[in-house]
């Protein structure tokens, strides 16, 4: 029993010092505030790439899905990511 709660504490404490690098990243301040930061992360992409208020960027490539959900454009052909979920109905209807 003494086994079981020491297991627990120690994997409690191992959680409870995680910490993830998380924030809110505004797209239109990007270039502004953490841009460097997310470079060193590995980003590939320049700031004008990922948004552009007046050319084709990385924010035209995100579709809504009936309000609910949101899907991705990630090649010339159509190819679209997306959860299951958002379009099952969708490839129901088109599959035989």
Not at 24 to 37: G, P
């Amino acid at each position: 029993m003494i086994r079981k709660i020491l297991c627990f504490a120690f994997a409690a404490c191992i959680v409870f010092n995680a910490k993830a690098d998380e924030g809110m990243w505004l797209l239109m301040k990007l270039k502004k505030t953490n841009y460097e930061k997310i470079q060193k992360m590995g980003l590939n992409l320049t700031a004008e790439e990922i948004y552009s208020v007046n050319n084709s960027s990385l924010k035209d490539a995100v579709v809504s899905l009936g309000g609910f959900c949101t899907g991705e454009i990630i090649s010339p052909n159509g190819l679209m990511l997306t959860n299951h979920h958002c379009a099952f109905d969708a490839i129901q209807t088109h599959s035989s």
